[in-house]
């Protein structure tokens, strides 16, 4: 049983490694030298990856990115009182709303010569492109699920017997939270991806900075094995807050769709 | 002095498309409900019951008229008036057991005493077994009973009840009256309930209030010969419900005249 069971999950991986197969052969005797240079074969990828891991530089680039993208996390998750504000207070919204509306369809990565004139190269700056990948999705997010706390809930707890303090915190901030986790499952991953931005151009470290690196000296298999390990962190990254949210809070719906 | 006395109230929502054009929901509706009395307020949907409620309850604010809840006028929301919800409104997040003491906590009571008349309310409503369940993982009649028991709790003046078995089958529905009957029975309460089933009301009221269409006025305040105690389809039973039936159907759609 414990085999056909195996054997069933190894099916849904059939074409992936019918494709790489395909990979390694054309690698390996189709493409001439110097294009098998431009696309090493995934054996190649692979000991790539080895050497990276036994010299050790991949797990330093590995986690000065993670340290920024928490880093930054931390200063972005001031997007939930200040969501939580907005959706309470119809005149903070009115007054925050403009400028968000503003800053917010710029992207990150458009930030970037500026942030490089203001922080220079280093972690600042990729903090600061960060932060504003994580900031807005958190933001938004929260305010929109403030907004939909179910009426009926904030009438409840008013009747019975709590004020406005409590309403906020034992209704609204609850009601929210799931909605709020979404949010910060967007930021992070939007983070990484305009961390990975920030660090081909504004880095000494990091794993955007690996594989610019690696263009340099032509070694596109570190490029590979660079670009997959952001895959992977952003995968895993995704699936342990949702996994956590999900332990947190098994009475919501949204989080065990 | 009666538990609920509601006085003159007129209530007028603002258009939200046309200037000018406000709705009339209520006028001049008075009533009063002494201690330990059970009164049902019953007319077609859309007659503005739900509206009397909400202003009961503190909710919204009447135009104009005055609401006095033992004696004290009403000004917003509070645990002298709690309410049980059509849609039961409980907080997914709490369990049975913490949803039931929401009432407690916000009063910031004792855990000793809270452990002590969660339990007593959860046994009261059947539900002893469940406290630690979360809500959904409850049928719809379980969540009413929960909702009940969390409006127990604060010990109302008036308990607001706003179509709660609406939303259950005709099983349930029945079910849950009878329960209401059995908790009331343990439980003396001040009851104002709102509904649109002319059996239920006479199930389970002293009083029932019959509201005409649009604007909702009071038609007629009936009083049932032997509450929680009338047997169906005896001639007595018929007698009351033809009756209302009758007032009822008197109400023409005016709405879709003018």
């Known amino acids: 049983m414990q085999i056909i069971h195996f054997l069933k999950q190894f099916r849904r991986l059939a074409l992936l490694v ?13 493409l001439d030298k110097t294009e098998a240079t431009l696309l090493p074969p995934p054996s190649g990828v692979a000991r790539g990856a080895y050497e990276l891991m036994e010299s050790g530089e991949i797990w330093k680039h590995l986690f000065d990115s993670l340290s920024r993208e928490f880093v930054a996390f931390c200063y972005a998750s001031v997007a939930i009182p200040l969501g939580i504000v907005m ?22 990565i458009a930030w970037i010569p500026l942030s490089i004139l203001w922080f220079g190269v280093g972690n600042t700056q990729n903090q600061f492109i960060i932060f504003l990948g994580i900031f807005f999705p958190i933001l938004l997010n929260t305010i929109d699920a403030v907004k939909n706390v179910e009426p009926n809930l904030i009438r409840a707890a008013r009747c019975l017997g709590a004020g ?13 939270l799931p909605q709020i986790v979404t949010g910060i499952r967007i930021g992070l991953g939007v983070g990484w991806m305009a961390l990975v931005a920030a660090e081909l151009v504004g880095a000494n470290s990091g794993l955007g900075f690996l594989i610019n690196d690696a263009r340099t000296v032509l070694r596109t298999d570190y490029i590979l094995v660079g670009m997959l390990a952001i895959g992977l962190i952003g995968l895993c990254l995704d699936r342990l807050i949702r996994y956590t949210a999900q332990k947190l809070m098994p009475w919501s719906r949204a989080l065990n769709a | 002095m009666p538990a609920l006395k509601v006085e003159n109230v007129k209530k007028i929502y603002p258009s939200l498309h046309a200037k000018g054009q406000e709705v009339l929901a209520i006028e001049d509706i008075s009533l009063e409900v002494n201690k330990n009395e059970f009164c049902s307020i019953l007319g077609h949907s859309g007659c503005g019951k739900t ?58 009571t004792g855990a000793a005493e809270i452990n002590q008349v969660v ?5 009261l409503v059947g539900l002893s077994h469940f406290v630690s369940h979360y809500p959904h993982q409850l049928s719809g009649g379980m969540r009413q009973r929960v909702s009940i028991a969390r409006a127990l709790v604060v010990n109302p003046t008036v308990l607001l009840m706003d179509e709660p078995f609406a939303a259950l089958d005709a099983q349930n529905r029945a079910m849950m009256q009878a329960e209401m009957i059995r908790i009331l029975n343990e439980e003396s309460k001040t009851v104002v309930l709102v509904t649109h089933s002319i059996e239920e009301a006479i199930n389970l009221s002293d009083v029932i209030v019959v509201m005409t269409r649009r604007p909702g006025r009071v038609k007629e305040v009936i009083r049932i010969p032997e509450p929680r105690k009338m047997v169906e389809d005896t001639p007595a039973y018929l007698e009351v419900r033809r009756k209302i039936r009758d007032l009822i159907a008197g109400e023409h759609d005016l709405s879709e005249v003018s």
């Open chain 1, 18 to 30: 019918i494709l790489l197969a395909g990979w390694e052969y054309a690698s390996r005797f189709i």
């Open chain 2, 51 to 108: 509206t009397l409620l909400n202003l009961i309850a503190g909710f919204e604010v009447p135009t104009s008229g005055r609401i006095e809840c033992a004696g004290k006028l009403v000004k917003g929301p509070g645990a002298d008036r709690s309410m049980v919800f059509q849609d039961y409104a409980l907080f997914p997040w709490l369990t049975v057991y913490d949803n039931i003491a929401f009432g407690l906590k916000v009063k910031r």
């Open chain 1, 164 to 176: 406005s303090w409590g309403v906020i915190t034992r209704v609204v901030l609850r009601a929210a």
């Open chain 2, 119 to 123: 339990t007593r309310f959860a046994a």
């Open chain 1, 87 to 108: 959706g309470c207070f119809k005149w903070v919204n009115e007054q925050v709303d403009p400028i968000v509306e503003i800053l917010r369809p710029i992207p990150p």
